[in-house]
């Protein structure tokens, strides 16, 4: 599986991005079996999970993005998309799109997200 992350950027506190991970050779049906999410990596810490999408349609964020982020996804486009408002600077960091298909993980490139104060 084969994912693109595109978006990220450089902003000041309190303003918005908009990351997109496109999966260009899944198939609709795949699309809507796949478990997508959205992680970050900051400086000197592990990955964690900052929203997902699972094929059953649920939806999860970690508790600091609640009323800030919102994941979409889109089957016509094969994109899964993050809106990030409201930004702060703990929000600085690597940002990864993850897939699971099977039991099987897959990771898309990174795309650095940096807030400045």
């Known amino acids: 599986v084969q994912l693109q992350a595109s978006g990220g950027g450089l902003v000041q506190a309190g303003g918005s991005l908009r990351l997109s991970c496109k999966a260009p050779?899944?198939?609709?049906?795949?699309?809507?079996?796949?478990?997508f999410g959205w992680y970050r990596q900051a400086p000197g810490k592990q990955r964690d999970m900052v929203a997902s999408?699972?094929?059953?349609?649920?939806?999860s964020y970690e508790d600091s993005v609640k009323g800030r982020f919102i994941i979409s996804r889109d089957s016509s486009k094969k994109t899964v998309s993050l809106q990030m408002d409201s930004l702060k600077t703990e929000d600085t960091g690597v940002y990864y799109c993850?897939?699971?298909?099977?039991?099987?993980?897959?990771w898309g490139e990174g795309t650095q997200v940096t807030v400045s104060s």
């Open positions: 993850h897939a699971r298909q099977s039991g099987v993980d897959y």
């Open positions: 050779r899944m198939i609709t049906s795949t699309f809507w079996a796949t478990d």
């Open positions: 999408f699972n094929r059953d349609g649920k939806i």
